[in-house]
């Protein structure tokens, strides 16, 4: 915290300000350090507004003799402006003096009626287009780094969504309550279709953001090296594939899959990406309720490129990185064909006598 002068205000500055308070007819105060005391050595009225009375305030200021100026606002007219003049031709007693005295002064004429302070080195940081640009300065957002840019794009996301950030209490409610989307019909056959044959097909759902409701995109055959090229890449989407496989002990799986293109914009990331779970245990209540020949594969897979999804991905994803004769049960552990001897502990050093 910076040293104070220990300089106080004199009964005529007291004075003077509580008059201009009270009458609203002072602009400007100049009040400069005399004898160790602040004291008042001019006052000039309002004529016009103070971007206009600024003009006025030019001939009162010299090139080395630092002073302070009390302007008062146009809107409230009942608060003040706490301008520091302290030309860069001062001498360094005098820069050093005012600027520690400078709190001193606000706060004995009472902090609260100065609601903004302005610090000038020069005449032309008090001219009509200074105070303009000082205005701008005020009222421009601060600047960001790019960790709380991203931040602020997510809670303006929230707020045009209608959503209040919850934290961990949010996530809890997605998860532990099922709190998800609405299907339409569409979307939610097509899911039920995919667990009725053993052939790999791909269904692939969009949020109708205005709605919230989980749509329908495709339904089609595909094969896994067809998987890429169906899948959005310009925008999220949901999609559910029957994969036949040989390394399932079921003869396949239905592989849920996030596609999140790095490209889309921040709303869609947070409303998809919300929803995520919800969808996966939605989807596997339906499969469960249609007795699916394939199992809903218990790790869910994301992406940010669909071109990136091809069998090598999904088998990485699925813990399916052994050769085509090992399977992998239920529980996700691997079953292979040929038995192995189990670990044989080595013995211990014999025991010295």
């Not at 979307?187 to 409701?213: C, F």
Request: with cysteine.
């Amino acid at each position: 915290m910076a040293a104070t002068s220990g300089i106080g205000v004199s009964p005529k500055l007291t004075s003077v300000f509580s008059d201009a308070v009270e009458t609203k007819n002072v602009r400007f105060i100049k009040v400069i350090i005399q004898d160790e005391t602040l004291v008042s050595v001019a006052s000039l009225p309002v004529v016009k507004s103070l971007h206009e009375d600024l003009v006025q305030l030019q001939e009162y200021l010299e090139d080395k003799e630092p002073c302070y100026v009390l302007a008062r606002l146009d809107d409230p007219p009942s608060e003040w402006l706490a301008i520091s003049y302290v030309p860069d031709y001062a001498n360094v007693r005098n820069k050093t003096l005012y600027a520690s005295t400078r709190s001193s002064l606000t706060k004995s004429l009472g902090s609260t009626v100065f609601t903004d302070s302005l610090f000038a080195t020069c005449k032309a940081d008090l001219t009509p287009e200074a105070y303009e640009a000082h205005k701008r300065h005020q009222a421009a957002p601060k600047p960001l780094s790019a960790r709380e840019q991203e931040m602020e794009n997510i809670k303006a996301a929230e707020r045009e969504a209608g959503n209040s950030y919850e934290g961990s209490n949010a996530r809890k409610n997605h998860v532990g309550q099922r709190v998800g989307l609405s299907w339409s019909s569409e979307a939610e056959d097509a899911v039920k279709g995919l667990g009725s044959r053993k052939d790999s097909r791909i269904v692939i759902l969009k949020i109708e953001p205005s709605t919230e409701l989980l749509e329908l995109v495709s339904f089609a055959d595909a094969t896994v090296d067809d998987l890429s090229s169906s899948i959005p890449s310009d925008e999220p989407s949901y999609v559910f594939y029957a994969w036949t496989n040989p390394y399932s002990q079921a003869g396949g799986d239905v592989v849920f899959i996030y596609s999140c293109p790095t490209a889309s914009p921040v709303r869609y990331r947070m409303l998809y990406s919300s929803a995520a779970v919800s969808t996966y245990l939605a989807a596997k209540d339906f499969l469960a309720d249609t007795g699916s020949i394939f199992p809903l594969a218990t790790k869910r897979t994301e992406t940010s490129d669909p071109a990136e999804l091809d069998e090598a991905f999904l088998k990485a994803g699925l813990n399916y990185d052994g050769p085509a004769g090992a399977i992998v049960n239920s529980n996700g552990a691997r079953q292979d064909d040929l038995a192995k001897p189990s670990f044989a502990k080595p013995k211990g050093p014999a025991r010295r006598r």
